[in-house]
């Protein structure tokens, strides 16, 4: 598993609002170890940045695409960046 650390922003669409999507996202970030926020997005998408192991991101992405059981993933856009080290934790944005 790489230990390289790394930020990984993410585009989620299908049915991913109204149904806690948000605070799985959190409880997996928090699970994994990552810092970074997610958000709900006005076109019905929600957006996740994180950061840290790329090797425990990859992780934390496999379990993003299958999505809490309340709600439905039906596409992930993805970007790797460069590591900024600027978040302190996880936190939802409203």
């Not at 991913?16 to 998408?45: C, D, E, I, M, W």
């Not at 192991?53 to 960046?81: H, M, N, T």
Request: zero cysteines.
């Amino acid at each position: 598993m790489s230990t390289e650390q790394a930020n990984l922003v993410v585009l989620v669409s299908g049915v991913v609002q109204g149904v806690g999507f948000r605070f799985f996202v959190r409880r997996l970030a928090h699970q994994y170890g990552l810092s970074g926020t997610v958000r709900n997005l006005p076109n019905g998408k929600v957006e996740i940045e994180a950061e840290g192991a790329r090797g425990l991101l990859q992780d934390f992405l496999k379990e993003v695409r299958r999505g809490p059981v309340s709600g439905y993933v039906s596409g992930v856009e993805i970007s790797w960046r460069a590591f900024r080290g600027t978040f302190s934790g996880f936190e939802i944005r409203f």
